[in-house]
């Protein structure tokens, strides 16, 4: 059994997964944590990152004497298989977090055929900002996905003239809502927050969830997710939002619980998103690629995307795109520039492959939008 290291819910996992291995007499557990060559060195401090995984990552495998190994991706292997990561998907993911995901995978496999993995804990016991944010509360849209006429703006004028998407994410948004079961006794705030969890949990999560499975049976390796064991999710869904909160924390209840089984330095962590890379090469590299297909005139993704804004975005490095791609989330989209650049490239690849024009209109509604 193996177990993915890093932040608090993973710290959760491999503390109970070690223990059991100690009682029971088995060998010391495995774990895993991912990081980029020359990551500490080009390391950029974030509200959404605000330090490192590697000193917590040293904290866990002191305390539970795990077997620890550390795998290193270098730029151009993430770039490189960017391709790879978006075949495994079948269709435009999450850029470079998709490609270093699918190399963690296959790292992993070398040692392992099953692992246990932190995600889902964030959607069950609110860990996103967006549980906390009163624009993302007051949105009436999925909280992650505000910035709609700035996506938009990328399409082609000839086809975003035709689509009218901010009428069908209303219509997906309020039916989602319809859908709701709320109890008599709820608080307001309680009532408002089972929305936004559910809406997280029954979009958000499938994303993330999609993400894992093909991510990971791509090389062949099965990935267990704890924390969305269904009686757990039935449990919390059903747990008032001021327990849920405690102490107004993000997961503060799950803090609560877990406080005399982690170092506090775990438990009182800020939110640490899935580690990304900081080498300045990436970027460099994600523009050439973008660059040699954009000096193509015949590509045919210039009938489906906006040509001039495009090569806009590549002139400024991607700073003329400002809004965060995926809401307020991870710490890669405090770097909008890099992965805004990755997800084009990414959807610039999945068009080459696919040569279907309608088959990528009906992805690009699905993915870009909701």
Avoid at 58 to 72: A, S
Avoid at 117 to 142: H, K, M, Q, V
Avoid at 273 to 301: C, D, F, G, S
Wanted: charged share 25%; aromatic share 14%.
């Amino acid at each position: 059994m193996l177990c993915c290291l890093g932040g608090l819910d993973s710290s959760i996992i491999v503390a109970y997964a070690s223990n059991y291995c100690k009682n029971n007499g088995l060998p010391p557990l495995d774990t895993f944590s991912v990081d980029y060559v020359d990551n500490d060195k080009n390391f950029v401090k974030s509200d959404f990152q605000p330090n490192s995984d590697n000193y917590y990552i040293e904290l866990m495998k002191k305390k539970f004497e795990t077997n620890h190994h550390q795998i290193v991706i270098d730029t151009p292997e993430l770039a490189n298989n960017l391709e790879n990561a978006m075949i495994a998907r079948d269709f435009p993911g999450m850029a470079d977090v998709d490609s270093s995901f699918l190399l963690f995978c296959q790292n992993i496999k070398n040692d392992a055929t099953v692992c246990l993995s932190g995600e889902c804990s964030d959607e069950i016991f609110a860990g996103y900002p967006w549980f906390f944010r009163e624009d993302a509360l007051n949105s009436n849209t999925f909280p992650w996905s505000i910035a709609l006429d700035e996506r938009q703006k990328l399409l082609n004028p000839s086809i975003s003239s035709k689509i009218n998407l901010k009428d069908y994410v209303d219509y997906r948004y309020n039916q989602s809502l319809s859908e709701i079961e709320f109890i008599d006794s709820d608080s307001k705030e309680t009532s408002e927050k089972r929305k936004i969890t559910y809406l997280t949990m029954n979009w958000f999560m499938q994303t993330l969830l999609d993400r894992s499975d093909r991510m990971s049976m791509y090389n062949g390796l099965e990935l267990r997710v704890p924390f969305c064991d269904y009686r757990l999710v039935q449990y919390m869904w059903n747990v008032p939002w001021e327990m849920k909160a405690l102490n107004g924390r993000e997961k503060g209840l799950l803090r609560y619980i877990v406080k005399d089984l982690l170092p506090n330095e775990i438990v009182d962590r800020k939110k640490s998103p899935y580690p990304k890379t900081h080498n300045p090469t990436y970027l460099a590299k994600v523009k050439e690629m973008l660059t040699q297909i954009m000096n193509k005139p015949n590509a045919p993704i210039n009938n489906l995307l906006n040509r001039e804004y495009i090569l806009e975005i590549l002139k400024t490095d991607g700073k003329a795109f400002t809004r965060p791609w995926f809401g307020q989330l991870m710490v890669w989209m405090s770097n909008n520039n890099t992965n805004f650049l990755m997800f084009v490239l990414v959807f610039f690849i999945l068009f080459f492959i696919m040569k279907n024009t309608f088959f990528i209109k009906c992805i690009f509604n699905i993915y870009f939008f909701i």
